[in-house]
């Protein structure tokens, strides 16, 4: 398991939020409420509760941090080592104790006001004595501001890190930049490294994890290293040089024989004898990768020289007895990881190499020898010369081999659908599982039944064969009747009737011609209004050309709608009562006065008139007009109420504010307090 997971770490506030959360919280978590009536005493004791309070949270919550960061004298030397070279740990360690001093000054100025509230003798002093206290705490942690920025950083950093084990079986790949490596691990891992074809693709340590031999194996591609000075090497190197330094691995360098990375052999080979004592006491092995490109027989004999002297510098990491090489077999491997040719022998034989190390370093130590001890292997001496070989009864025998024989037999539905033209073309049949009195049944069609009836019963045998002579009796029939398109219903039209259908032919076609120019030409086309459209308008003229068009004398048509049209009204008549000036003359006409029906009819039709509110229509439950006129009063008397109370509605149930706050709030003035 993983011993140091930097992930879990606390989130480190920056100063000012680190303010507001202390002082936030002991706002909430301490009384808020203080009254010159209490004893001085108690006066004391209130503030000095916050001032206690709130060191107790700002010492917690930097030792919450002091104490999540690693200590890097106590966790594994390849931990520490990779924190100084991303990190440099000087800086580090100033920063966890600015922490550490700054918890400490605030627990010496809360010490320090605590003792002086106890001697405050008045409200007003023990307050200012809080306020002090709390200032002076603020200002130590403003101070280490940049501290807590800077210590954000390294746990935003850390936490992005890499979850290696140092102590587990592991695979460490190394080599100059773009040689594959990161091709190596995607094969072998589920990990999703970048790959691209430029140098330091892999700018930090990437893991993942293999099997071999039900034993999990982790997995660590490190960025590239070029051959160049120790002290030239940038971070990015200096995270591969600390993980060959510090982790138990079995080391694969990786040797790009095409030179398609860049380097040639040469180079490569004078890399791998400058980091050579990071290679000691681990299994070693030589891959010679891109194979594809150029295999390992066809370069020249300068570089197989240089490929046979790391060969042999590779052997002596192989433990064998003495500290010499043994055997020479998975030290100098070839592969391609484009083609996947050797990729698994390459794996299978670092793991083996690593696995047989750690046994063989595990039988020489001491613990060995406790666990021997433990172990007693009892082996039973032979009583007579007689063999007694294992009795299995002739049933199991038989069983096992009518089980083999089934299996081997089997046909799946997957063979079935290979065999009939695969997924897509073949279909299961359901009905081979049915459980019939007789298999020939299974594939029998399933009756139809109608009414109660089987409908194949009624079917006819021969109804195929007789839809085909129909069908043949049909076509001669078109044969001898020719091709004639003015035939309809089987009667010969005269000759003034197909000029007439060839007419309404003709007229037909245009006026789907004239629809789909209409179509065409109907985003681009402005809309006329109506009654500026002499086409479209609404006119006896219009209709009497339209039906003179089709042949329809339009004369009874028009004054008919003529005679239903409304007239405008009549012209204002002079008044029969006193609208005459000759005097006696007026009095001597027998006229008779104008009823009121004669009048609503004298009066403009030219749009419906309103009913009088209480006018009953059916349908709305009034027995009278009496009735309908008291409802409706009753209805505007409680809207009346409502409405004096300010309601928008019956649903309006809104409590008002019974005591405004600019007539209850504030300091009372000289005067009447009576509407307060």
Known sequence: MVQHNFKKMTVVPNGKDFIDIILSRTQRQTPTVVHKGYAISRLRQFYMRKVKYTQQNFHEKLSTIIDEFPRLDDIHPFYGDLL??????????????QINAARTLIGKISK?????????NSLYRSKCLKVAALGRMCTVIKRIGPSLAYLEQIRQHMARLPSIDPNTRTVLICGYPNVGKSSFINKITRADVDIQPYAFTTKSLFVGHTDYKYLRYQVIDTPGILDRPFED?????????????????????????????????????????????????????????????????GISEEDKKLVAEMKNEAMKTVIGQGGEATNDEGVLLTMSTLTEEGVISVKNAACERLLNQRVELKMKSKKINECLNRFHVALPNPRDSKERPPCIPQAVLEAKSKQAAEKEKRTTERDLENENGGAGVYSASLKKHYILANDEWKEDVMPEILDGYNVCDFVDPDIFHRLKELEREEGLRHKEQGDDDFEMDALKLTPEEQKMLAGIRKKRSKFIQQHRIKKSTAESRPIVPRKFNKDREFTTKRMGRQLTKLGIDPTMAINRARSRSVSKGRKRERSVDGGDTDGGDAMDMDVDAPNKKQLMLSRSRSRSRSRPPTEVVPGEGFKDSSQKAKAIKKARKSNTIRNKNARRGEADRVIPTLKPKHLFSGKRSIGKTQRR
């Open 112 to 120: 320090d006001y605590v003792k002086l509230l106890k001697y405050g």
């Open 233 to 297: 090497r940038n971070i990015i190197e200096m995270c591969s040089i600390t993980a060959l330094a510090h982790l138990r691995a079995a080391v694969l360098f990786f040797l790009d024989i095409s030179g398609s990375c860049g380097y040639n052999i040469a180079q490569q080979a004078s890399l791998f004898h400058s980091i050579k004592s990071l290679f000691m006491n681990k299994p070693l092995i030589i891959v010679c990768n891109k194979t594809d490109l150029q295999p390992l027989e």
């Open 84 to 97: 100084h070279v991303l990190y440099n740990k000087d800086h580090f360690k100033l920063a966890l104790g």
